[in-house]
T-cell receptor, first 112, second 112 residues
Framework: DAGVIQSPRHEVTEMGQEVTLRCKPI?????LFWYRQTMMRGLELLIY????????DSGMPEDRFSAKMPNASFSTLKIQPSEPRDSAVYFC??????????FGSGTRLTVV | DQQVKQNSPSLSVQEGRISILNCDYT??????FLWYKKYPAEGPTFLIS?????DKNEDGRFTVFLNKSAKHLSLHIVPSQPGDSAVYFC???????????FGSGTQLTVLP
């Protein structure tokens, strides 16, 4: 089991550009979560899916953020247009039970 | 409005001594609590958890204590080792909810 796989590991982009972050959850996990880590707020939940269906996107900061899960093995988080305040580490996690998650290694996004 | 708070951003402890990391929560509906450990450039990994029906859970060098009346939990690491140096996140969930609410993290440094 390769765990939760995120790509890219690092992304540097210019303000105004579109950014797409990718996640492959663990096979058989029916829940997928996107979190953002910042120094001030720690780990914030952005959105989560159950069986590929978005359940709660109340944590998505603005309309500039969107997430999709077209199938059980792939999800994307898109920011368009990106802004410097979006700079953070974005984590994807997947889960198959009530008791915790497995996280990916994260994508460090820098918007200049 | 942070429902899970870790008020100490950092903690330094001498090797062999006890490390105590603290976490407070405000949501009385939370009934399951977890600690995650995060090394640089990696995703958080599950460390230990506790249900609200217990007040203590122990796993080797790690013990989590829960004080429901004070809405407070703590993680004790005894003895502390340099390899324990990491960021520790407290997390909580309620009932059948699948999403976790995380604190902002505490950077633990164990000095040799």
């Amino acid at each position: 089991d390769a765990g939760v796989i995120q790509s890219p590991r690092h992304e540097v982009t210019e303000m105004g550009q579109e950014v797409t972050l990718r996640c492959k959850p663990i096979s058989g996990h029916d829940y997928l979560f996107w979190y953002r880590q910042t120094m001030m707020r720690g780990l914030e939940l952005l959105i989560y899916f159950n069986n590929n269906v978005p359940i709660d996107d109340s944590g998505m900061p603005e309309d500039r953020f969107s997430a999709k899960m077209p199938n059980a093995s792939f999800s994307t988080l898109k920011i368009q247009p990106s802004e410097p305040r979006d700079s953070a580490v974005y984590f994807c996690a997947s889960s198959s039970d009530y008791y915790g998650y497995t996280f990916g290694s994260g994508t460090r996004l820098t918007v200049v | 409005d942070q429902q899970v708070k870790q008020n100490s951003p950092s903690l330094s402890v001498q090797e062999g001594r006890i490390s105590i990391l603290n976490c407070d929560y405000t949501n009385s509906m939370f009934d399951y609590f977890l600690w995650y450990k995060k090394y640089p450039a990696e995703g958080p990994t599950f460390l230990i958890s506790i249900s609200s029906i217990k007040d203590k859970n122990e796993d080797g060098r790690f013990t989590v204590f829960l004080n429901k009346s004070a809405k407070h939990l703590s993680l004790h690491i005894v003895p502390s080792q340099p390899g324990d140096s990491a960021v520790y996140f407290c997390a909580a969930k309620s009932g059948s909810a699948r999403q976790l609410t995380f604190g902002s993290g505490t950077q633990l440094t164990v000095l040799p």
